[in-house]
Each structure stands twice: as C-alpha cells, then as structure tokens.
Nanobody
Framework: QVQLVESGGGLVQAGGSLRLSCATS????????MGWFRQAPEKEREFVAA????????YYADSVKARFTISRDNAKNTVYLQMNGLKPEDTAVYYC?????????????????WGQGTQVTVSS
C-alpha cells in the first residue's frame, strides 16, 4: 500500500524558509511523478511543483518559480520542497501527491495517491 507522509511545516516569518519532506513507502516509485500541492482556507487546492522520480525533471507553478525547489532522494525514498522567500500568501496546507502513471501534470485528478498534509503559516 502506497503511503505518503509529509513533515516540516510550521510557522515562519515572511522572507523566511522551510523545507518540507514527503516520505514514501509501499512500492517502488520509479516511473512515478511526485507533486506538491497546497490549499489555503476557503480556496481550491492548487499545484505547486512536480518532479519525475527518474531523471528529476521539474515543473513549477509561476507563483513559486525561483523561490521553491522540488527535489528527491532516491536512497531515502523522500521528496522535498525547499521554500525560500516565503510570503503570507504561501500560507496553506501543503500536500504531497504521487501519479503512478507518470503524466507530469499539474492537474489534481492526475494524482492517485495523497498524503495527509502539513500546515505552513507565514506571518507578515
């Protein structure tokens, strides 16, 4: 059974940094695409970044490009989201997701496994 467990969220001041982790287990993730999404209060869940497990190709939402970096550690079966230059509008619950079909998409419905989320709060 696929499991995704996020960690690393918390409270940070504007301009600060956080690194989120997504520990994966349950199967081999080669061929998968891993994504990060976020959902702010009273807003729809939105795409943040994605990475291919093989090759490490990345894709970012325009709102986080140049501030956030997605990466993966194959040996640790973990995906990371390094967030720098955080802004109050980055406040949200951040979710790790996996697409077993490797579509490299930003569409929520293309991801078939989800973690429970981790809260990120950025104060002004």
């Amino acid at each position: 059974q696929v499991q995704l467990v996020e960690s690393g969220g918390g409270l940070v001041q504007a301009g600060g940094s956080l690194r989120l982790s997504c520990a994966t287990s349950g199967r081999t993730f080669s061929g998968y695409v891993m994504g990060w999404f976020r959902q702010a209060p009273e807003k729809e869940r939105e795409f943040v970044a994605a990475i291919t497990w093989i090759g490490g190709n990345t894709y970012y939402a325009d709102s986080v490009k140049a501030r956030f970096t997605i990466s993966r550690d194959n040996a640790k079966n973990t995906v990371y989201l390094q967030m720098n230059g955080l802004k109050p509008e980055d406040t949200a619950v951040y979710y790790c997701a996996a697409d077993s079909f490797g579509r490299f998409s930003q569409a929520i419905y293309d991801y078939n496994y989800w973690g429970q989320g981790t809260q990120v709060t950025v104060s002004s």
